[in-house]
């Protein structure tokens, strides 16, 4: 198995630490929204790493969304994710394994961001704030 190697991101990696050692009963939240833990491989190093993102839901699936706060360049996950779509997520308690894929098609990507934007309404900001497509990803039961 490979070796997990944490975000530098101090506050993100506290989050995903508190989260993942309460097993789900704490640090669930971020601003009084509820997030998921992410457990996906890296493209380049093959080491596992892990993302705190909000929790959007479709059904029983999640809308991953790479707003990065409208930063102008990509997280690093979406290359890790579209290297390899095997995931892990956590929602508090539950582990769930799980595929994703890039949502490409307009008319989906449309439906799925108002998900996004309802759970989190700062993505709307976020994409006004950048010039780039932010990547949005949906994870399905594997």
Known sequence: MAEYVPTPIKWVRDQIER?????????????????????HQGNKTG??????????????NYVLVASRGGAPTNPVW?????????????DKTVVHRM???EVLDA????????????AFPP??????KTSRTIPVFVAEPA
């Open 78 to 90: 979406v290359y890790n994710l579209r290297a390899d779509a095997d995931v892990e997520i956590r």
């Open 19 to 39: 989260y993942e050692k309460s097993g789900g009963t704490e640090g669930t939240e971020l601003g009084g929204r509820p997030v998921i833990v992410v457990t």
């Open 47 to 60: 080491a596992i790493r892990k993302t705190a993102l909000m929790r959007v839901k479709d059904g029983d």
């Open 107 to 118: 008319e989906e990507r449309t439906r799925v961001w108002a998900l996004a934007v309802g």
């Open 123 to 128: 993505y709307e900001e976020y994409k006004n």
């Open 99 to 101: 595929r994703v894929r």
